[in-house]
Each structure stands twice: as C-alpha cells, then as structure tokens.
C-alpha cells in the first residue's frame, strides 16, 4: 500500500479526521490502511483473537481496550494471526508486548505503548461496535490511513475512489 497521510489531509482535507498524537508504531509494517472493523474490550483479549482468526482482506481492526495499562491486548502470536490471515493493521487503545518480534511481523500495528502482562481470556466485549478514542468516534466500515506521521479516519475508501 503507497500513500502518506500528509498528502491524503492535503487532498481530502474536508473529508478526513486526524486522531490525536497517543500511538507508537510497533508493527512490521509503517503504513497501513483500509475499512474498519471494531471491538471494545476490557483486559481481555479472546475476542481480539478471534476477529484476528478471520480473513482481514486488507481491513483494520480498531481495539478500544479503554486505554487500560494493566495488560497488553495484542502479542507476538496474535500480530502473526493477523498478518497469515491477511489483515492489514491493528489500532490499538491500549498496550501490546513482544515488540521486538511484533516489529519483525508484516502487519501495520499502532498502540499506546508496550507492557509484559498478559490479558484475561474470558471473551467478554462488544464486537462491531462504534467506539470513541484519541478524539474520534471510529465505526465499523470507515476507512482508516495510519503512518509514521499519524491516523487518519475517513467515511469512504480514498484510494480506490
């Protein structure tokens, strides 16, 4: 994929929204994008997995874990789930661990930080939800741009207009 969020805030300026400046890049791959998809969880990552166990076809999934530090949501074993099965990227609001083979693994992956505990694993959550963090309101089947310079939201697919 080959676009830079600068020029998609240039070129669709009226129709993008930029989220605030909270997310490190973590994954194997800087620049990613495509629709949305969503789950709201809370120190359990089951149903994070198990979205991740379908095919992506190029879609981004959008964790809201509520910004909680006490656990990371994604980890080495889940960013490879999501790159063999085709997902271009995972957005993050909250913390991953494994960074150093999460950043060998092809999938675009932004978070808050890293931290070494692992979730719950009990599948509580909400899947397909909207979800609000980092000053936006994400809902499934928006299109989502992210890059070394930051994450753009967008209700249509910009590159393939």
């Not at 676009?3 to 129709?15: A, I, P, S």
């Not at 495509?34 to 969880?41: D, H, L, Q, S, Y």
Request: charged residues 25%; glycine residues 14%; contains cysteine.
């Amino acid at each position: 994929m080959s676009f830079k969020t600068t020029d998609l805030c240039d070129e669709y300026e009226d129709e993008v929204q930029i989220a605030e400046p909270l997310f490190k890049d973590l994954g194997g791959v800087r620049a990613f994008g495509g629709e949305i998809v969503t789950v709201k969880v809370h120190e359990d990552n089951v149903l994070v997995r198990g979205i991740l166990e379908t095919k992506g076809e190029g879609r981004v999934l959008v964790v809201d874990g509520g910004g909680s530090n006490a656990c990371a949501l994604v980890g080495d074993q889940v960013a490879q789930i999501a790159c063999d099965n085709g997902w271009a990227g995972i957005v993050v609001n909250g913390y991953i661990r494994d960074s150093a083979d999460v950043a060998k693994i092809g999938v675009g992956l932004k978070a808050l930080g890293t931290l070494p505990k692992r979730s719950r694993k009990e599948g509580k959550g909400f899947q397909e939800v909207i979800v609000y963090f980092a000053g936006l309101v994400f809902s499934p089947g928006m299109y989502l741009y992210a890059d070394e310079d930051g994450i753009l939201i967008a209700d249509r697919d910009l590159l393939n207009a």
